[in-house]
């Protein structure tokens, strides 16, 4: 009868947490492995896979009862991570075992204490890719662990993480003799630096867009202070174009920025072999046919969604009244949290989703109305129905509404160049720094769209010209409180760009333009 330890990890959420997998041989009874700690239909099915594994390694049949305890027993267990672990559980117990009947001792060049194991095991042993491989290294560095014996695909993710040794592994029997010290092994660097260096220059521009000075100067607002925004216009008219390029003057992240988003999408399991860390904000576009856990995170065991995989990027909805209703109800949370909960029978996860929304849509079901090139065949009652899928909750919650109009050929070849990314870029920058020192210290308020009342009665402060303003634009266009605010944040954005420690008239001006579909459409 033997016993054995072995350290691994599990990720719950978007939060990871460690694993300890015991492992008992009986030698008595029938053959079987039997896996408790509530393991789901995946860790169950590991028993066959390590039984096929050990076999075409050429380890012998082990008789009698294997039992393998996942702890903590109370949290479940998901995935076919454990089946590296659980193998070389077995092997090393019966090897301690064995040695100790030769009154020997078995001693593992890695200390197994020390060491975590994680990665699926095909049927001849080979070591397979696996989901959350960074945040389980990260926790269990927390932990005290030093060493990781990872698959060879996950090694350049994990060794990110500082202060820790990856080992990467390809097959069972090469992790075992990278255990026992029969096969020397250097555990990997990864040079942070030099992945930042390989990072390409972004092919997309936005001088590739001719004209559409205003619609730019939308999105450099809407960039600068994180704010949402909403593009209407026909066909052809650039939206998507426009909404495209927005990655090209996207603010660069931080090393928690980047260590947070690269978080997200190793639990989703959408990192690239090449590429290790997320260096660039994450673009999002969804289809319009996307699902309510698809857009949100959901599932038995909730797994992130699109506007989690957004976190700290952007998402874009292109033809935004294509979208179920349900689909677009269910994300005014999101917008206005930042966050996402699912709840399940087995408990809640929490999900981080601050992104900046980037939408498109029609002005109508054909796409001309107010079009000057083309005519309408809409009716009003079509277009009044078209328009309606989109809620006044959530457009209320759309910083920015932005027509993009159309233009004729003569006009297109008269209109010259204008505005390219690195120009956009230079305000998204300067107002960004500013508001990196104004939100110092205040936690999870990192841009102007983020601030709740208390900051915008601090920040936001109108003199009596600019109250005015505000006064007659709230009584003419009856705009809601959620609205009010809005406007003021964007203003703020406008003020920063501009270099301005208040905000002027013209600031506000410009904001207020920014809601002027809220009449010509939806009222």
């Not at 030698?27 to 492995?33: E, L």
């Not at 997309?204 to 867009?209: A, G, H, P, T, Y």
């Not at 689909?327 to 709840?343: A, C, H, K, N, Y």
């Not at 841009?447 to 915008?456: L, P, S, V, W, Y």
Request: with cysteine; charged share 25%.
């Amino acid at each position: 009868m033997g016993l054995s330890k072995i350290i691994s990890g599990a990720v719950n959420g978007i939060d990871a947490y460690g694993v300890e997998i015991e492992v008992n041989l009986t030698y008595a009874g029938d053959p079987q492995i039997v896996i408790v700690g509530l393991p789901d239909a995946a860790v169950r099915e590991s028993q066959y896979r390590v039984c096929s594994a050990l076999t075409n390694c050429n380890f012998q049949a082990f008789n009698g009862r294997t039992v393998v305890n996942l702890a903590p027993a109370d949290v479940r267990k998901e995935g076919p991570i454990f089946d590296l672990p659980i193998a070389l559980g077995i092997i090393t117990t019966y090897l301690s075992d064995h040695l100790k009947k030769k009154k020997q001792e078995f001693k593992p060049q890695l200390a197994i204490e020390e060491t975590a194991i994680i990665g699926e095991l095909s049927l001849s042993g080979e070591v397979r890719k696996v989901k959350g491989v960074l945040p389980i290294a990260i926790k269990l560095r927390e932990m005290g662990i030093k060493n990781f014996l990872v698959p060879k695909e996950n090694a350049s993710e994990a060794a990110v993480v500082k202060g820790i040794n990856i080992y990467p592994v390809e097959h069972l029997v090469e992790a075992l003799n990278i255990l026992q010290g029969v096969e020397e092994a250097k555990p990997i660097v990864c040079d942070l630096s030099e992945l930042s260096a390989k990072t390409e220059d972004k092919a997309l521009d936005f001088i590739d867009v001719k004209g559409q000075e205003m619609a730019k100067r939308a999105i450099e607002v809407a960039v600068a202070g994180g704010h949402n925004i909403l593009l209407v216009g026909s066909p052809g008219t650039g939206k998507s174009m426009l909404a495209r390029r927005i990655s090209s003057i996207l603010p660069p992240m931080s090393e928690d920025e980047i260590m947070e988003t690269t978080k997200i999408h190793s639990i989703a399991g959408k990192l690239p072999p090449d590429a290790p860390l997320m260096l660039e904000r994450p673009f999002r576009s969804p289809h319009h046919t996307v699902s309510d856990a698809g857009l949100l995170g959901g599932g038995t065991h909730p797994s992130p969604g699109e506007v989690t995989l957004a976190h700290l990027g952007v998402l874009f909805l292109d033809e935004l009244p294509e979208f179920n209703r349900s689909v677009l109800e269910v994300m005014r949370q999101p917008l206005e949290d930042g966050f996402v909960t699912i709840s399940r029978a087995a408990g809640s996860n929490v999900f981080p989703s601050r992104f900046i929304l980037v939408a498109a849509m029609n002005p109508c079901p054909c796409g001309y109305s107010g079009d000057l090139n083309h005519t309408c065949r809409c009716s009003r009652q079509q277009i009044q129905r078209y328009r309606n899928k989109v809620s006044g909750p959530l457009l209320d919650r759309i910083d920015i509404h932005i027509e993009v109009p159309s233009t004729n050929f003569t006009n297109l070849q008269a209109i010259p160049d204008g505005a390219s990314s690195a120009d956009l870029k230079m305000g998204v920058d300067a107002a960004r720094a500013v508001q990196k020192e104004r939100f110092k210290g205040l936690g999870s308020i990192r841009t102007n769209a983020d601030m709740g009342r208390r900051e915008i009665a601090k920040y936001c402060y109108l003199d009596e010209e600019t109250s005015e303003v505000m006064e007659y634009a709230m009584n003419e266009m009856h705009y809601s409180p959620r609205a009010h605010d809005r406007i003021l944040k964007v203003a703020r954005t406008i003020a920063d760009i501009a270099g301005s420690d208040t905000i002027h008239p013209e600031h506000l001006q410009e904001a207020l333009q920014y809601r002027a579909l809220d009449r010509t459409l939806w009222v």
